[in-house]
């Protein structure tokens, strides 16, 4: 009888740095490949600082066209401010039309009870952007973010014609306790791989631990760059040996990992590998 073949993920020791709430169904997916996840925020999220002008936007929200939506985050962020307020984010009969920037945003977005209207087939928002084209020219667009959410969406709208209201849904920040302890030793090698899902949790592990221990990590274990935003950013820190998940979904996630510690070297861009 011919010998089986364990998992490849059987036990890798994954870390996950973004929020538990957002963890839940990829620690469920690893632990069902085998792999041995740990949840080590390096974000949290709070209310805007001043939250007057979300207030406003969401009081004349059927005068926008467009919604779009780039977050699972900024979702949660828009339905609970509309439940604070008692008004509700899309209202009967109005022409508010709603775009994701992947599936992940669309199934939040959908079990919040909106309708969505187009996902953008390349995860990312200048991509999404490019895909509404020139149906946005001179309409209006209502694009509610983080606060330090990258600018590159905002003026790829502009670009074609769209009258764009960017108004902060929420503050992404550093973790208020970092087990510095538990990073330290992930540094020194004690894990497979890491999962970094924004720019924010890559700059973030920059300031807390520096970027010297940042650089020393991809000699260590698997870097993993979920989305090319976050990618551009591990490469503009010289992380030259990250490898690409496509999107936030768990099975894309699950899929880089398998690939990598299959041993594939597919190359994407700049440095930056898939597999």
Known sequence: MAETVPPLLTGKRVVITRATVQSEALARELRERGAIPAVLPLVSFAEPKEIAPLDEALGRIEQFDWLILTSAQVVRAMMQRGVDLERPL???GGKLRIACVGPVTAEAARQAGLSVELVAKTHNGVALANELGSRIQGLKVLLPRSNRANPDLPAALRRYGAD??????????????????????????????????????????A????????????????????????????????IEHAILAADTTAESVVEALVEHFAGGSNTARAGVKRG
Do not use: H
């Open 90 to 92: 899309v209202r009967t």
């Open 164 to 205: 764009v209201s960017e108004v902060i849904a929420y503050q992404t920040l550093q973790v208020a306790e970092v087990d510095r302890e538990r990073w330290e030793r992930i540094a020194e090698g004690e894990a497979d791989a890491v999962l970094f899902f924004s720019p924010s949790a890559v700059q973030n592990f």
């Open 207 to 238: 300031e807390l631990f520096g970027a010297e221990k940042l650089l020393a990590l991809q000699t260590k274990l698997a870097i993993i760059a979920v989305g090319p935003v976050t990618a551009k950013t591990l490469r503009g820190v010289g």
